[in-house]
């Protein structure tokens, strides 16, 4: 197979979005098993990347048994069904909406100033408007009713909600349109938003019962107090999943405030956070591949399509007498804008397409009193677990695929 030959697959289709990036080339070999073959990988170097949409996809479309002589074929094989998949996600959209969100698209790139590379222009938007469909149809409904639950928990039980940056955003959003519809019924509801990151708490080793790295308790006390949360109060964390990691050091670092602290995760696979959709008691194996939730196309679309576009806390910093996340300093968020701008639309309609869902059908739990109404209550309805459940099934098998390198 020709250099020109490869390449020109790839060229006459522009929805594969690609990134040239030595380490997405390396990534992309070692998963397709074919360092070995060193004609590919002059290849991959000569010609760039087709993105993560192909590295995370490579294994569950059983790429790495073929050899290099087949590549062509499935290169033509993925580019169809990114083709099929595309028309389908953005024709499930109304056509005003579609014709809405497309000026929006575009709006966005121009006042905003991102660089879109020569001819990628059509792909980026369909990018953006597909994420925005997909991310409505089956994280919307399910982060609203989670929203409901953990609400409803926090007025019940008298708690702050505090939402953990960066994967908290999509529910925390739909728990301010809750306490804005719904102003008495969640009177007493307070919620942060703080930038938890694995750097900025640390990490617990079991081995020597103790917290290892992060920033010191002090800096991390003067944080979540400078965001309403004092000494003694009641506090329910939440986050996505899975693992619980930054459990241990959350509670370790802040012991000085004596909170009477409780998480809560979607989907949770730690004995110290309960669950909404699933927990240990009530697993979901959607979660649970082979080589654990970070090598799951599934995990990464809930967590990092719809954790917004700020990045990832590295440590905190003293500003104005106050400590906060060094992506917030200076008075301008640090974004992945100008690095990954296909990773910001991505990100950036996603988010809107799970904040739209909110709006989507009724909510009428205003009559229910929180008297009557246990804590275990969960306003999950069945077919909205059955849809999301099948669509980070079809993400885990390979039958729905990322359509952008947006992790």
């Known amino acids: 197979m020709a250099n020109n030959e490869l390449k020109s697959i790839i060229d006459s289709n522009p929805h594969y979005i690609w990134k040239k990036s030595n380490s997405v080339k390396m990534e992309i070999s070692q998963q397709a098993g074919l360092l070995r073959h060193r004609r590919v990988t002059k290849v991959v170097n000569k010609v760039g990347i087709i993105g993560k949409v192909i590295a995370l996809s490579i294994k569950f479309l059983a790429f790495k048994a073929y050899d290099v002589t087949r590549i062509p074929k499935n290169l033509r094989e993925l580019a169809g069904r990114i083709r099929v998949q595309l028309d389908r996600d953005i024709g499930d959209l109304a056509p005003e909406k579609r014709d809405t969100l497309r000026a929006e698209v575009e709006e966005m790139i121009r006042e905003e100033g991102i660089h879109i590379p020569e001819g990628e222009r059509e792909t980026y938007i369909e990018a953006a408007l597909a994420s925005y469909s997909t991310s409505q149809k089956y994280y919307g409904k399910m982060a609203r009713e989670w929203a409901i639950h953990l609400m409803d928990t926090a007025a019940a039980e008298n708690r702050k909600l505090v939402f953990l940056a960066r994967d908290g955003l999509a529910p925390m959003k739909m728990a301010e349109k809750l306490k804005e519809r719904y102003p008495e019924r969640y009177e007493n509801v307070d919620i942060s938003y703080l930038y938890f990151s694995r750097k900025v708490v640390g990490k617990w080793s079991d081995r020597e019962e103790k917290v290892v790295g992060g ?73 649970e591949p082979p080589n654990g939730a970070s090598g799951n196309p599934a995990s990464h679309w809930l967590e990092d399509t719809h954790q917004g576009v700020i990045n990832s806390a590295e440590k905190l910093v003293q500003q104005d007498q106050e400590y906060i996340p060094d992506c ?40 229910v009193s929180l008297d009557e109404t246990p804590v275990a209550w969960k306003p999950i309805s069945e077919r909205t677990e059955q849809v999301f459940t099948r669509f980070l099934e079809d993400l885990r ?5 990322l359509l952008a390198e947006h992790f």
């Open 215 to 287: 920033v010191p308790s002090h800096q991390l006390k003067s944080y979540v107090e400078a965001n309403g949360i004092k000494e003694e109060d009641k506090v329910l964390f939440v986050d996505v999943g899975f693992s619980g990691s930054v459990i241990k050091p959350v509670k370790s670092k802040l012991a000085d405030l004596s909170l009477d602290a409780e998480f809560e995760f979607l989907i949770s696979m730690s004995e110290n956070a309960r669950g909404f959709l699933a927990d240990l008691q009530h697993p979901n194996t959607v979660i």
């Open 328 to 367: 917030l300093a200076n008075g301008e968020a640090q974004t992945c804008k100008d690095e990954h701008p296909l990773s910001y639309l991505v990100k950036q309609f996603g988010l809107k397409g799970v904040e739209d869902a909110f709006n989507e059908d009724a909510l009428d739990y205003e009559e």
């Open 397 to 401: 098998n390979g039958d729905q695929l």
